[in-house]
């Protein structure tokens, strides 16, 4: 009970003992003085606006609730999207690489080397033909000139390639 009236004492403000006995035997009294109180009039008042302003805020937020699964909708779409142009952009660099490897100039050299052996070939088998009377001179002629001029157009254009360090 002391510690009931020490407390009531300091929120009371300024009564006596004998008032705070008479008010602590009547709880229909005590009720009346704190709410006669000005600060405890502020507080319930600044309760009240708390109250309104977060109902006033609850209903802005539900009137914005279609709009934000919209836009959630929206992002989830755009997220599709993104992933989709993500695989699309690895593919075409996978392309970009395949197509620089295969352009490389060490490749490009190595397969006119292939090419220009593969003619060089062709030209001694045709040669070998004609010596061993199984093709006429006509044919031998008209087969062996361009594929010999292929041969050397090749195998020039390596040594070029080679001189430039490729």
């Known amino acids: 009970k002391q510690w009931y009236q ?3 004492a300091i ?14 035997d ?10 006669s109180r000005d600060d405890i009039k502020r507080l319930q008042e600044d309760r009240t606006k708390i109250v309104e302003r977060n109902e006033t805020l609850a209903l802005e937020n539900l ?11 929206e992002l989830i779409a ?7 142009k993500r695989n699309e952009l690895s ?19 190595a397969r006119l080397k292939i ?3 593969e003619v060089e070939d062709e030209t001694e088998a045709i040669a070998e033909n004609f010596l061993n009377g199984d ?6 002629l008209k087969t062996y000139i361009p594929k010999k001029t292929l041969c050397h157009s090749r195998r020039a254009k390596e040594e070029k390639m080679e001189r430039m360090g490729i």
């Open 135 to 140: 093709i006429a001179i006509d044919e031998f």
């Open 63 to 73: 009137t914005l609730k279609p709009q934000l699964e919209e836009k959630q909708q």
């Open 26 to 35: 009547n709880d229909a009294a005590v009720l009346e003085y704190f709410e």
């Open 91 to 109: 593919d075409l660099q996978q392309q970009q690489q395949a197509l620089a490897d295969h352009y490389a100039p060490h490749n490009i050299l």
């Open 6 to 8: 020490r407390r009531v």
């Open 115 to 117: 090419a220009a052996s």
């Open 78 to 84: 755009l997220y599709s999207e993104l992933e989709s």
């Open 11 to 24: 929120t009371a403000g300024g009564l006596s003992t004998e008032e705070l006995e008479k008010l602590m």
